[in-house]
């Protein structure tokens, strides 16, 4: 299994729908995890932290199951500024930021 | 704070010329990373240092890849001779205790 592993898409989504994707990874021994959101031609942002369970954050939940490796980003009543690239980011064992493997990210095209 | 600064945004260069990429860090972040961005291969780690000290420089390419961070306030990532491959989006970032990467705007190499 590669590392970090995401579905590229493109996920076309009309505005308003609800969209998931996941995120698998290899390293059983990550305890956190993150979301970050790249929108074209910027850089990449912190959008969320996930521990433990999962995280939510407004019309974001994050979510961590840790029995299959995977995490899973879900996005209710989606708008078209949520259109961008969502990087999953995993930890190595250590936790800090020196060990940080990205995936190459889902590309996400709300619709209206 | 301004954020994490890098100059130039954008750089066009001809094969093996020598390209020098710059980055301002925010004040009082320990950890900097320079990474690279392509559509094959997603975010790369090239190299990151600790209070100014290079730790793991093991995702350099090449020897044409050096990087430096003379103070904390500055940091270089030079490429000579450039090549056509080495065209792509060069990050710089910054993490603090939090763990969270703090990314520039980045620098869009096309090597011609």
């Known amino acids: 299994r590669k590392e970090v592993e995401q579905d590229p898409g493109p996920f076309n989504v009309p505005e308003g729908a609800t969209v998931a994707f996941n995120c698998t990874y290899s390293?059983?021994?990550?305890?956190?995890f993150f979301w970050y959101r790249q929108d074209c031609r910027k850089e990449p942002k912190l959008l969320m932290s996930?521990?433990?369970s999962g995280n939510e954050d407004g019309r974001f939940t994050a979510q961590l199951n840790r029995a299959s490796q995977y995490i899973s980003l879900l996005i209710r009543d989606s708008k078209l500024s949520d259109s961008a690239t969502y990087l999953c980011?995993?930890?190595?064992?250590?936790?800090?930021?020196?060990?940080?493997?990205f995936g190459k990210g889902t590309h996400l095209i709300i619709q209206p | 704070d301004a954020g994490v600064i890098q100059s130039p945004r954008h750089e066009v260069t001809e094969m093996g010329q020598e390209v020098t990429l710059r980055c301002k860090p925010i004040?009082?972040?320990?950890?900097l990373f320079w990474y690279r961005q392509t559509m094959m291969r997603g975010l790369e780690l090239l190299i990151y240092?600790?209070?100014?000290?290079?730790?793991?420089d093991s995702g350099m390419p090449e020897d044409r890849f050096s990087a430096k961070m003379p103070n904390a306030s500055f940091s270089t990532l030079k490429i000579q001779p450039s090549e056509p491959r080495d065209s792509a989006v060069y990050f710089c970032?910054?993490?603090?205790?939090?763990?969270?990467?703090?990314f520039g705007e980045g620098s869009r190499l096309t090597v011609l």
């Open positions: 980011v995993v930890p190595a064992e250590g936790g800090g930021a020196d060990g940080l493997t």
């Open positions: 390293n059983s021994a990550s305890q956190s």
């Open positions: 996930v521990y433990s």
């Open positions: 004040s009082g972040h320990d950890y």
């Open positions: 240092f600790n209070n100014n000290v290079p730790i793991d």
């Open positions: 970032a910054n993490s603090g205790n939090t763990g969270e990467l703090f």
